[in-house]
């Protein structure tokens, strides 16, 4: 029962990081160990397990998925999702500023432990963050990539931004945040337009049933240099959450903390100081974890 709690409480934090356009779910199961397991998990499901399903047997299809671990799993993600995302667009709204530089101490924070974590790194591995970062501007210093805003639209933002939820170093939410959907799928989950959620869930599950065994065999080949581009992909996204921004009729403009009226500079400070300890206390803790074990 501990075990299930333990394993419900991760899942609560991996939700709790996907639904922001910081950290991704995957650097949260890499930090607190659980993320050999997940893909693991996620591949498992696959025409012969669902066979095993179809053909009623239960207990060999809950076993065969790791059932006792994804289970807890994705209700501790939902809960999360379902309890922050009113909060979360209260105070992008509200509180923009604080909000961003929160976002923003979160990625800085994640790249770094991220990259802490890459066993047996040279020398070579870190010129990868360069391709990394150099996309991440250019991603960054789009208004916005182009892509519909209809049903369809929902159902492949699923499958893209699930793909990205999974991966240590890329955030969901950042690349539903460049599709241009990351405020409709939060007001979709704080308003409980079931429609929507529903279309991009079915997406998310189809896009994890695809793409799985490609993640798991890029990251089996070219672990290390995943990780390096993807760290450096997210230093890059930094100034898409830039936290003093300018908006025109045409664009939105970052512009110097000096230059912006009312700049709340201490209090951007202290949120970006905080979301960095957080994520160094949740790596912590799930060292510790891991080592009691």
Same mark, same amino acid.
């Given at each position: 029962?501990?075990?299930?709690?333990?394993?419900?409480?991760?899942?609560?934090?991996?939700?709790?990081?996907?639904?922001?356009?910081?950290?991704?779910? !995957?650097?949260?199961?890499?930090?607190?160990?659980?993320?050999?397991? &997940?893909?693991?998990?996620? /591949? /498992?499901?696959?025409?012969? /397990? #669902?066979?095993?399903?179809?053909?009623?047997?239960?207990?060999?299809?809950?076993?065969? +998925?790791?059932?006792?671990?994804?289970?807890?799993?994705?209700?501790? +993600?939902? /809960?999360?999702?379902?309890?922050?995302?009113?909060?979360?667009?209260?105070?992008?709204?509200?509180?923009?500023?604080?909000?961003?530089?929160?976002?923003?101490?979160?990625? %800085?924070?994640?790249? +770094?432990?991220?990259?802490?974590?890459?066993?047996?790194?040279?020398?070579?591995?870190?010129?990868?963050?360069?391709?990394?970062?150099?996309?991440?501007?250019?991603?960054?210093? &789009?208004?916005?990539?182009?892509?519909?805003?209809?049903?369809?639209?929902?159902? +492949?933002?699923? $499958?893209?931004?699930?793909?990205?939820? %999974?991966?240590?170093?890329?955030?969901?939410?950042?690349?539903?945040?460049?599709?241009?959907?990351?405020?409709?799928?939060?007001?979709?989950?704080?308003?409980?337009?079931?429609?929507?959620?529903?279309?991009?869930?079915?997406?998310?599950?189809?896009?994890?049933?695809?793409?799985?065994?490609?993640?798991?065999?890029?990251?089996?080949?070219?672990?290390?240099?995943?990780?390096?581009?993807?760290?450096? &992909?997210?230093?890059?996204?930094?100034?898409?959450?830039?936290?003093?921004? #300018?908006?025109?009729?045409?664009?939105?403009?970052?512009?110097?903390?000096?230059?912006?009226?009312?700049?709340?500079?201490?209090?951007?400070?202290? $949120?970006?100081?905080?979301?960095?300890?957080?994520?160094?206390?949740?790596?912590?803790? !799930?060292?510790?974890?891991?080592?009691?074990?």
């Amino acid at each position: 029962m501990i075990k299930t709690l333990l394993i419900a409480a991760k899942g609560v934090v991996m939700g709790a990081a996907d639904v922001v356009p910081g950290v991704s779910g !995957g650097t949260i199961a890499l930090l607190t160990g659980i993320y050999p397991r &997940l893909i693991d998990a996620i /591949s /498992s499901i696959n025409l012969n /397990s #669902i066979k095993l399903l179809l053909s009623g047997q239960f207990k060999v299809f809950w076993k065969a +998925i790791d059932g006792q671990f994804i289970l807890p799993l994705l209700l501790g +993600i939902a /809960s999360a999702f379902a309890l922050l995302a009113h909060s979360i667009k209260h105070a992008i709204v509200y509180y923009p500023i604080a909000t961003w530089s929160f976002f923003f101490g979160l990625i %800085i924070a994640s790249a +770094i432990l991220i990259i802490q974590h890459i066993p047996n790194k040279k020398t070579i591995h870190y010129f990868w963050l360069v391709p990394g970062v150099i996309l991440g501007l250019w991603i960054s210093s &789009l208004t916005s990539i182009p892509f519909p805003n209809n049903q369809l639209a929902i159902f +492949i933002a699923g $499958m893209i931004a699930v793909c990205a939820m %999974i991966l240590p170093g890329i955030s969901g939410s950042f690349i539903l945040l460049l599709l241009g959907m990351y405020q409709q799928l939060i007001t979709a989950v704080a308003e409980r337009q079931w429609l929507t959620l529903l279309l991009f869930v079915t997406g998310a599950v189809i896009g994890l049933l695809l793409f799985s065994r490609v993640i798991k065999w890029v990251l089996d080949k070219y672990y290390r240099v995943t990780l390096f581009f993807l760290s450096g &992909l997210m230093l890059g996204s930094l100034l898409k959450v830039w936290p003093w921004k #300018i908006a025109t009729q045409e664009i939105t403009q970052n512009i110097l903390p000096v230059n912006y009226p009312n700049a709340q500079m201490p209090l951007a400070i202290n $949120m970006m100081v905080t979301a960095m300890v957080i994520v160094f206390m949740v790596d912590y803790l !799930g060292q510790r974890l891991n080592t009691s074990k």
